[in-house]
């Protein structure tokens, strides 16, 4: 794991997220390693969420070591 994935978790941990439709607490349902082939190498990691209340899924994608390098403002 890198350092930035691991900061990434943590903070998924112990921030609380709200549901975008109807406000209750996500679930965290667990991280998921992608495979480079499946996102074009663009994201190395999807966590997946769901909301108790209303049942929405969401799924966050953490961006790939060297898609965050290219994006770094030098």
């Not at 975008?20 to 994201?43: A, M, Y």
């Not at 190395?44 to 969401?58: G, H, N, R």
């Amino acid at each position: 794991c890198t350092l930035f994935r691991m900061l990434y978790i943590c903070e998924l941990l112990e921030s609380k997220m709200n549901c975008w439709h109807c406000k209750s607490d996500l679930i965290w349902n667990g991280d998921h390693d992608l495979d480079p082939d499946e996102s074009d190498g663009q994201f190395s990691m999807v966590t997946s969420l769901s909301c108790p209340k209303c049942f929405t899924a969401i799924d966050v994608y953490y961006p790939s070591d060297e898609s965050i390098a290219e994006h770094l403002v030098p």
